[in-house]
């Protein structure tokens, strides 16, 4: 309750006071509303963002498995499987995974024809270059 000398003492606003007020509020709303906008953005960011790196992790075209037969394990095993060093079970799941995977089926096909160097170069020993051992006699050490 308000006494009679209270409200003898009441002075009206300065022009603008109110205004000002209403403005600050309004500013502080906004101000507000902005935090939790940001935090819902910051959390949809977050989850988006753990979605796109369990995408990620998932297989790559490196590592489909197929015949029973991921990508990296046949890759390990094509020398033994070009020399036919392998049992039947391992050589169908192999061609299977072939038959599917175009990946690996290239680096079959870049592998065998790396073949006959390799095996050129296991038969006869390359020998040493006569311009690498003249300069090597010439050299002072």
């Keep these: 309750m308000t006494t009679d ?3 003898q003492n009441w002075e009206p606003c300065p022009p603008g006071a109110l205004s000002g007020l209403s403005q600050g509020l309004k500013r502080q709303r906004r101000r507000e509303s902005m ?15 753990g979605g ?14 197929y015949g029973g037969i ?9 020398p033994q ?17 072939l038959a599917a995977c175009a990946h690996c089926r290239d680096k079959l096909r870049q ?3 790396k073949e006959p160097a390799v095996e050129a170069a ?16 010439s050299a002072d050490f």
């Design 52 to 65: 796109w790196f369990a995408v990620r992790s998932g297989p790559t075209p490196e590592e489909f498995r």
């Design 111 to 113: 592998m065998r024809a």
């Design 81 to 97: 499987y070009l020399a036919g060093d392998l049992d039947q079970k391992l050589i169908d799941q192999i061609e299977s995974h």
């Design 122 to 137: 296991m038969r006869d020993p390359l020998k040493p270059d006569d311009s690498l051992t003249t300069t090597l006699a």
């Design 35 to 49: 935090i939790r906008s940001a935090g819902l953005l910051s959390v949809v960011l977050f989850v988006a963002a």
């Design 5 to 7: 000398s209270e409200s």
């Design 70 to 78: 991921t990508c990296s394990e046949l890759q390990q095993v094509i």
